[in-house]
């Protein structure tokens, strides 16, 4: 009886198909549409009956929102957006991709809203602003009223730029439901019908087993360099390589790690919105640089350079989203370490100007050493750093008096006496 009882709820289980969870955090750029097209494709062919996207986004760009909405809405598997964890939120991009779901779920403490259209790399006057928000407005609308979800917040949070949290969201018809965390979720999916190209499915997700998509290597990477500090931080790096190796010649590490730097640099440019100026004013900055040290100028090459460097980094993505600016802090840093650097390299260079020379005939100036012989204007024999050499002077010096080098000529020095003569 209880085998049979046992054997029964295995092939339940067995029969229940498993559900696909991916997780995506950060900015919605290429690496991130690239990513989640990849996890639809993998939970079609996978047998998938669900799968769910947890989702904490910022926002992103336009194109690529665009992609993943395209996909979600011809996807051939349920998808759902998942709002999660506590904290997170899915603004401005997050908002038209969450919409676009077939089951949109939050996490208390969990937001969204915020879908204005910014201008990215470039600035837009009023008429083109007006284009643009009628076209963001007309896109969402369309993806609220597929999904049956508010149209009117859904204009609202493209125009006024509303939020809402997540108990909020559910009550307004923005999202479906609210869920604790995912084991909760799929209690709460089971047995919901939703429609799927005309027809109706009921998800089967209690005590379905849920299989982790995760990023690969090559994703995570790309995505990190999608970061607007790591470009600008590789931009700046690939600038010192290449000083460094042009510094000197044949070192051949510092250009190589400059070479890729800049290139991976130039990969993250293509995703975000780069102002040339900025990266032109860098590049001055870097001339600027390496001129104080082949021209003393006294610094101001130098904070030339600082100002630069500066300017350079504000203009270098013309944007008003934070999240696609650099930090104050990365700009504090390197401008900082770069200052302190060519500002050490310079004082260093004047030190080493206005060092008394070691070697040589200007070497010997001020050295004292002992009279071999009477030292008379017509010359005489001094012992001097070990060695022997002719000197006159001025007035007469005895042999064995100490003496003290005060100029040449040709291989002839001048000294004079280094202690008063003994008074009688």
Partial sequence: MY????????????????????????????????????????????????????????????????????????????????????????????????????????????????????????????????????????????????????????????????????????????????????????????????????????????????????????????????????????LVLGFYGLFFELSNPGAILPGVLGAISLILAFYSFQTLPVNYAGVLLIVLAMILFIAEIKIQSHGMLALGGGVSLLMGSLMLFNTDVPFLRVSWATIAWVLGLTLLFFFVVVAKGIQAQRRKPTTGLEGMIGLKGEAKTRITPQGGTVLVHGELWRAISQTEIPKGARVIVKGYEGMTLFVEPSEPPPSS
Avoid at 168 to 193: F, P, S, T, W
């Fill in 3 to 234: 085998m049979w009882a046992t054997l029964l709820l295995v092939t339940q289980l067995l029969s229940v198909p498993p559900v696909d969870y991916a997780e995506v955090e950060g900015i919605i750029g290429p690496v991130t549409a690239e990513f989640i097209v990849h996890a639809i494709d993998r939970a079609e062919q996978d047998g998938a009956g669900l799968l769910i996207i947890g989702l904490d986004t910022p926002g992103g760009l336009d194109p690529s929102m665009r992609i993943i909405v395209k996909r979600i809405f011809n996807a051939r598997v349920p998808i759902c957006i998942y709002v999660y964890p506590p904290g997170a939120r899915a603004a401005s991009a997050g908002v038209f991709i969450t919409m676009a779901a077939h089951i949109a779920a939050m996490a208390p403490g969990t937001n969204i809203g915020a879908a204005h259209p910014v201008a990215m790399g470039q600035q837009m006057d009023s008429t083109m602003a007006e284009k643009v928000t009628n076209d963001a407005v007309a896109y969402i609308r369309s993806i609220a009223r597929k999904r049956g979800r508010n149209e009117a917040w859904a204009e609202r949070a493209v125009r006024e730029s509303v939020s809402l949290p997540a108990k909020d969201a559910v009550d307004q018809g923005v999202v479906d439901l609210l869920a604790d965390n995912l084991e909760d979720l799929l209690k709460k999916l089971d047995g919901r019908a939703i429609a799927m190209d005309g027809d109706t499915i009921t998800l089967e997700t209690k005590g379905a087993e849920i299989r982790r998509i995760r990023m690969g290597l090559r994703e995570r990477i790309l995505s990190i360099l999608a970061n607007p500090n790591v470009a600008y931080i590789l």
